[in-house]
C-alpha cells in the first residue's frame, strides 16, 4: 500500500490522477488540537486515564482491580469535562485510548528490553567472568562471527540492547518519519538490484536525523561503542524508510 501511495504521488501520475490520495497522520494532538480539547492532555488526570494495568505478578487482583476502576474513571472524567458541541466524550475516550494503545506498545516491546538489560547489568560483571557465565565469542564458533572477550561482548550486548531499547521507545515518531519520507512527492526512488533482490532504493533524511540522534544518545548512556555507527539508510543495505521499518 506504500508503494502504491508513493507512485500516486509522482508528477507523472498526479497529472492523471488530478487529486491527492495521500493525507497527513492524524495525530491524538492534531486531532484534539483542531477540535479546540488540546487541554485534555495537560489534565493531571491524562496519567491515570492512559496508564497501561499490568498484572506483573506483584500486584495482587485487589490493586489490579482498583488501577483498572480508577482509569475507568479518569476516561469517563475526562469525556465529561472537556466534550463540546466541536468534539463528543466517545471522541475524547477514542484519543486517550490511542495514548493508552502507545503503552501497550511500550508494555510490550520496551519494557522486556529493560528488563534484559537489568539481568546483563545485574547478573555479570564487565571485568570478571564467573565460571560457567563467560560471555566471550570466537569467530567461527556455535555461529559467532565475531571474537569478543568477556568484557567486549558484554559492552557489545549492553549497547545493543540500549540502542534498541531507544529504538522501541521511539518507535511510533520514527513510523511516522518513515511515511514522511517515502511519501515525500520530491523525493525520487531507483529500482536496482541491492544484492539482495529488486529494491526501490530511496533517501529517507527524516528518519535518518532521528536514528542519528537516537544513536548518539544511546553512546552517551553506555559511554562506550563497540563497532561501527553507521546509520544504512537509502542504500544497498537498507534501501529505504520502510525497508527501516
Known sequence: LIYMLKDSVTPEVQQLLDLSTVRPIRTVFRYLDERGAARVLEDDLITTATREIVADGVKNRVTLNRESKEKHRAIELLGQKYATRRITEDEIKQCLYSIGDNHSFLTANRDPVDTMIRYLTSLFRPDEAEP???????????????????????????????????????????????????????????????????????????????????????QDKVGQWIGSSVVHLGDNNVPNALVFI
Do not use: N
Open 132 to 218: 560457567g557465565y563467560d560471555l566471550s565469542i570466537c569467530g567461527g564458533v556455535d555461529g559467532a562471527r565475531l571474537s569478543h572477550s568477556h568484557e567486549k561482548q558484554y559492552y557489545y550486548v549492553l549497547q545493543s540492547l540500549t540502542l534498541w531499547r531507544e529504538i522501541a521507545h521511539d518507535m511510533f515518531r520514527l513510523w511516522c518519519l518513515s511515511e514522511d519520507d517515502l511519501l515525500d512527492p520530491d523525493s525520487r526512488y531507483e529500482l536496482r538490484d541491492t544484492g539482495q533482490g529488486l529494491h526501490r532504493v530511496q533517501a529517507a533524511p527524516r528518519v535518518s536525523k532521528a536514528m542519528r540522534h537516537v544513536l548518539h544518545a544511546t
